[in-house]
């Protein structure tokens, strides 16, 4: 399996909803990332959780709340959400998260999230 | 500041060549990645390079040039399934990942 699962595909909330996003893997690796990526940008590193400790935090506002449950699952809770924030998230997994030079991600396939 | 650059968008035919250009300014370097994504889809990992020189994996191939901060995704036999967009990331020297905005490739038949 080397799967990164994303549930939901599609998202579609208002400025005052709370919903979660979910990722799954069952690779046995052990570094988890969230990434927000904009129509022709660059994606952006928001969060990466290493040993289901988050090492890093890329000043992403606090709407956004990472949570990483154990090492096969990575939530990003959402609330009171800008229609800025409006984009593709995506989550990646990685064997060990320590920074070797080739250690390559596994993405999912993202969430498409608009907020209105 | 460091930035990664490629073109926005390039076309090209079935079963023709076509060349995707990297360049990058990082703050150090620990390699150098493409990766494919197709729309709506995952990116998938196509290749790593971190000595200078050409690897080659079936029909696809990346060079990279250390000295020129430089690099291309050479893809050969193009499929109409290779339409995708084709990104390219640098490790800095912190061992993070700065990513290239993308390269839409539209196949033609």
């Known amino acids: 399996d080397t799967e990164v699962t994303q549930t939901p595909k599609h998202l579609v909330m208002g400025m005052t909803n709370k919903k979660s996003l979910k990722c799954e893997q069952h690779?046995?690796?052990?570094?988890m990332y969230w990434y927000k990526q904009k129509a022709k940008k660059p994606p952006e590193l928001m969060f990466v959780?290493?040993?289901?400790?988050?090492?890093i935090n890329e000043s992403v506002p606090s709407r956004f709340s990472p949570e990483c449950p154990n090492s096969s699952l990575l939530n990003l809770h959402l609330h009171a959400l800008q229609p800025e924030d409006s984009a593709l998230y995506l989550c990646?997994?990685?064997?060990?998260?320590?920074?070797?030079?080739?250690?390559?991600?596994?993405f999912g396939s993202g969430t498409q999230l608009s907020v209105l | 500041g460091q930035n990664i650059d490629q073109p926005t968008e390039m076309t090209a035919t079935e079963g023709a060549i076509v060349q995707i250009n990297c360049t990058y300014q990082?703050?150090?370097?620990?390699?150098l990645f493409w990766y494919q994504q197709h729309a709506g889809e995952a990116p998938t990992f196509l290749s790593y390079?971190?000595l200078d020189g050409l690897e080659e994996k079936g029909r696809f191939s990346s060079f990279l040039s250390r000295s020129k901060g430089y690099s291309y995704l050479l893809l050969k036999e193009l499929q109409m399934k290779d339409s995708a967009s084709y990104l390219c990331?640098?490790?800095?020297?912190?061992?993070?990942?700065?990513w290239g905005a993308g390269t839409k490739l539209i196949i033609k038949p």
């Open positions: 990646a997994s990685s064997q060990e998260g320590r920074g070797t030079g080739n250690e390559k991600l596994f």
């Open positions: 690779m046995g690796h052990r570094a």
């Open positions: 959780y290493s040993y289901e400790k988050l090492s």
């Open positions: 990082t703050s150090g370097f620990n390699g």
């Open positions: 390079n971190v």
């Open positions: 990331a640098v490790k800095d020297s912190n061992y993070q990942l700065i």
